[in-house]
């Protein structure tokens, strides 16, 4: 995506947006809840958003809502998109860099995701520690723009080691138990088999999904810091007898919405400061 485009889109949300968000959140598959707790919220169709895609995924509504939360000037992606959904990675990761030309520093992502590690129970959240890119591509794929990022990016602390403390810390203070690991991104859009969740396994993934990692490394390309959520809304293919499902997924993420709002809200409070 070029310079242009994104200005053209960062232009048409400053005309409507209240003030210049500071944080920017990106809700995943049945998180988009949280939205609805920003106050003085502006809520804007992706499709009045010149380069924006369209939410074709259940659970994900389609609009950005700006306004305050916690003290703190936001931007909230309710609802994201995925490569699945026939998206370029470049599409896919749009809005993160209208988020950073907008001024957003900090990106929280969320996301709902199968439990490989066999400790995880559905409705756990998990903070993302790593993450492993098995979608086979890369959103920076193609000429580098250098004003945007460098050619070749650092991953060595793709999710920020003072956010994850800062959440670690909010976590404890409400107590919320909170999960540490390893997201892999799956391409989708079928689910993985149980052969391929052993291997996950076998790789040290502890959570699989079909997002967040392309929108990661974009923000880490722009020098954004991030702090990953997952939701564990269901078992990995083969840990169970039970066939996977969307709904599932979505009811399952909507039940625990209650500690994932109090969670994010904290550490939004936190970085307000
Ligand atoms: C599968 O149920 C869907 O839920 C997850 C997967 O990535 C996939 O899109 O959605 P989010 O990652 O957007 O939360």
Redesign the pocket.
Known sequence: MDRQAIEKAADVLRQRMPAPPAIGLIL????GVLADEIEEAVRIPYEEIPGFPVST?E??AGRLVCGRLEGASVVAMQG?F?Y?EGYSLREVTFPVRVMKALGVRELIV????GGVNEQFRPGDLMMISDHINLLGTNPLIGPNDPELGPRFPDMTEAYSRRLRQLAKDAAARLGIRLHEGVYVANI??S?ETPAEIRMIRVLGGDAV????VPEVIVARHAGMEVLGISCI?NLAAGMTDAPLH?DE?VETAERVKADFLRLIKAVVAELAK
Do not use: F, I, K, Q
């Open positions: 995943g598959s049945g998180l995924v659970g994900h994201r995925h699945y969320t996301n709902a995701a989708g859009p689910y999904g079909m997002s967040t809304s969307h997924v």
